[in-house]
T-cell receptor, first 113, second 116 residues
Framework: GEQVEQLPSILRVQEGSSASINCTYENSASNYFPWYKQEPGENPKLIIDIRSNMERKQTQGLIVLLDKKAKRFSLHITDTQPGDSAMYFC????????????FGKGTVLLVSP | VTLLEQNPRWRLVPRGQAVNLRCILKNSQYPWMSWYQQDLQKQLQWLFTLRSPGDKEVKSLPGADYLATRVTDTELRLQVANMSQGRTLYCTCSGTGALVNQDTQYFGPGTRLLVL
C-alpha cells in the first residue's frame, strides 16, 4: 500500500510571509495528489490538487510542486493571512485505487498578525 | 452547492452499542461513494468505496468494526460497532471521469461519534 509522510506537524508564520508543507510518498504508481484544508469543527475541503503529468500548479495564492523522481510534493501558501490558519492534509492515490486516498498526518498552520 | 448530506451529525454511543449512519448523494454526477474515518488524533483513513447498489463490505480497525452498504444509487450506509474510541466518519463522493474527474473527492459534513 501507500504511505504518505507530512512535515512539519506544526507551522507558525507571520502574516504576509509564505508557508511551505512537504509530503513524501512511497508508491511510484501514485498519480494524484490533492491538498485539503480543515478548519476546526469542519470537514476537509479540497483546495488544490496536482496530477503526475504536471510539475507545478498555481491557484489563488497556492502553489503545488511535484517531484516524481524524489516522490515528493509540496504546498506553498504565499502572503499568508490569519484566515489561512487551519489544518492541512496532503494525500496520494493511484489509478488502480483512485478512490482510496492515503493521507499524511496533517500540518497545523498558525498565522499570527 | 452541497454534494452530500450525512445524518446524524453527531451521536453519543453507549459502549457496546452499534450505530447506523447514512450518507445521501445530492448530485448523480459523483456516483463513487466512500467512507473515511478521522480519529481523535485527526488522522484520516480510507475505509470503503462502494459503487453499486447491493455492494457490502466489512472491516475491523483498532477501536471499531464497520459494515458498509450501498443501498441505492444515492444512499450509502455505515454501521459502526464495538467502538471504544470516538471518531468522525466522513462520506465522500467522486465522479465517473466522463464529465467530472474521477479521482477528485469531496467530503460530506461528517458524523461525529462519542463513546459513553
Amino acid at each position: 500500500g501507500e504511505q504518505v509522510e507530512q512535515l512539519p506537524s506544526i507551522l507558525r508564520v507571520q502574516e504576509g510571509s509564505s508557508a511551505s508543507i512537504n509530503c513524501t510518498y512511497e508508491n511510484s504508481a501514485s498519480n494524484y495528489f490533492p491538498w485539503y484544508k480543515q478548519e476546526p469543527g469542519e470537514n476537509p475541503k479540497l483546495i488544490i490538487d496536482i496530477r503526475s503529468n504536471m510539475e507545478r500548479k498555481q491557484t489563488q495564492g497556492l502553489i503545488v510542486l511535484l517531484d516524481k523522481k524524489a516522490k515528493r510534493f509540496s504546498l506553498h501558501i504565499t502572503d499568508t493571512q490569519p484566515g489561512d490558519s487551519a489544518m492541512y492534509f496532503c494525500a496520494a492515490s493511484a489509478d488502480s485505487g483512485y478512490n482510496k486516498l492515503t493521507f499524511g498526518k496533517g500540518t497545523v498552520l498558525l498565522v499570527s498578525p | 452547492v452541497t454534494l452530500l448530506e450525512q445524518n446524524p451529525r453527531w451521536r453519543l454511543v453507549p459502549r457496546g452499542q452499534a450505530v447506523n449512519l447514512r450518507c445521501i448523494l445530492k448530485n448523480s454526477q459523483y456516483p463513487w461513494m466512500s467512507w473515511y474515518q478521522q480519529d481523535l488524533q485527526k488522522q484520516l483513513q480510507w475505509l470503503f468505496t462502494l459503487r453499486s447498489p447491493g455492494d457490502k463490505e466489512v472491516k475491523s480497525l483498532p477501536g471499531a468494526d464497520y459494515l458498509a452498504t450501498r443501498v441505492t444509487d444515492t444512499e450509502l450506509r455505515l454501521q459502526v460497532a464495538n467502538m471504544s474510541q470516538g471518531r468522525t466518519l466522513y462520506c465522500t463522493c467522486s465522479g465517473t471521469g466522463a464529465l467530472v474527474n474521477q479521482d477528485t473527492q469531496y467530503f460530506g459534513p461528517g458524523t461525529r461519534l462519542l463513546v459513553l
